[in-house]
DNA sequence: ATCATAACATACTTATCGGTATAATATACT
DNA sequence: AGTATATTATACCGATAAGTATGTTATGAT
């Protein structure tokens, strides 16, 4: 029976993720969403919900994007070291190559939604736990094949990089000098020892 | 000549300071700023300007108040590492006693303005710039005195500290479980020896 | 006491907000 | 082919947004 969609729902989910990433949620309005998207607003409403189911529906497209994307930078490395350094300087150059830095959705929901939406506090934190399990996992793996011979507790150091990593994204934000950044990322990365 | 006001300007912008800092500024309304500042709106208008020269004005403010803050945790301590404890564990308690969890207002800003607007952008990036400065002397005292004997520059050290606080401020809005962010705490200052 | 001036409270303007009612259109099933 | 149903586009809704015009009130200078 009946008329089929004519538009992509994980396309049009895409979009609204890039323009929720990009403007955060309050200063994008319905009329952003359905120009970017190229839909209708009543195609928005039927096929997604309100303006903030939308919303929670982009992030948790971008949180699974992000989980495998972080995952894959520690796994695609022999060296455990080398994953990390990959990971943060690409965040660095990342930050300092894009005309408007958007940072990481996650991170800027955080600070947007979370304080006052529970809903958003519970997905943001489970984001954060779980990179630091991925963090830990690589920890691991580098204990074990000797790469790593730290007397510090994996776990806890996981956890201290997931700290070290928000405070760069967030900071980049300001675009301070190369230095600073890179002079944070070096000391940040002699933890890994 | 003429009518003299009848509020305080200083007052009248402290609060307005504390309604940008907990909603931000485009989730608050100029009724809502009327509402807490206890005055009209052309009163607003003609004694701060617009609603965006007003929460500029409420950041300044704030980014004075924090800067002598941060400066007074670490000297009214003899010891420097402690002096670093407890700017930390009162982000960390701070964090996990207010109801809802502002954070700080600069890191908000730099999160959703600063990638916007480069008024902005100079102005949280200074704030972080200066506070890395008074992190920096308070290392530098410390290896004076000889409490500290690390081998790291201090600079890059400081540095890596208010990355470290700002990923800790920016995390404590998802309110993580306390073993999180204890552990990272421990990291953390671990790097000050 | 009068006058010039600025702060005041009220009420308004225009634009946009999020969200929806409506009617036309397209498709799958009988 | 006809019918039921969901999608589409358009146009609309009331509410609220930021910002301002207006007339009243209070004060310092003459």
């Not at 989910?13 to 949620?25: S, V």
């Not at 929670?56 to 080398?82: G, P």
């Not at 690589?138 to 997931?162: F, P, W, Y």
Request: overall charge negative; charged content about 25%; glycine content about 6%.
């Amino acid at each position: 029976m009946v008329r089929q969609r004519e538009f992509d729902v994980d396309i049009a989910l895409d979009a609204a993720m890039q323009i929720y990433w990009e403007k955060g949620f309050e200063a994008t309005s319905l009329s952003d969403l359905t120009s970017r998207m190229g839909i209708q607003r009543p195609s928005i409403y039927s096929a997604f919900g309100d303006k903030k189911e939308l919303f929670e529906a982009a992030l948790r497209k971008y949180t699974t994007y992000h989980s495998s994307n972080v995952r894959a930078k520690l796994q695609n490395r022999s060296s455990v070291k080398e994953g990390f350094r990959t990971l943060f300087e690409g965040i660095v150059e990342e930050g300092y190559s894009e005309s408007c830095n958007r940072g990481c959705f996650c991170i800027n929901t955080m600070v947007e939604l979370a304080p006052h939406d529970e809903k958003f506090e519970i997905l943001t934190r489970e984001h954060q736990m779980y990179l630091s399990a991925i963090f830990q996992e690589a920890i691991e793996r580098g204990l074990r094949s000797g790469e790593l011979e730290t007397d510090m507790n994996a776990k806890a150091l996981a956890q201290t990089l997931v700290v070290s990593l928000i405070g760069l994204t967030v900071l980049m934000k300001s675009r301070p000098e190369r230095s600073f950044i890179n002079n944070s990322v070096e000391i940040i990365l002699t933890l890994l020892k």
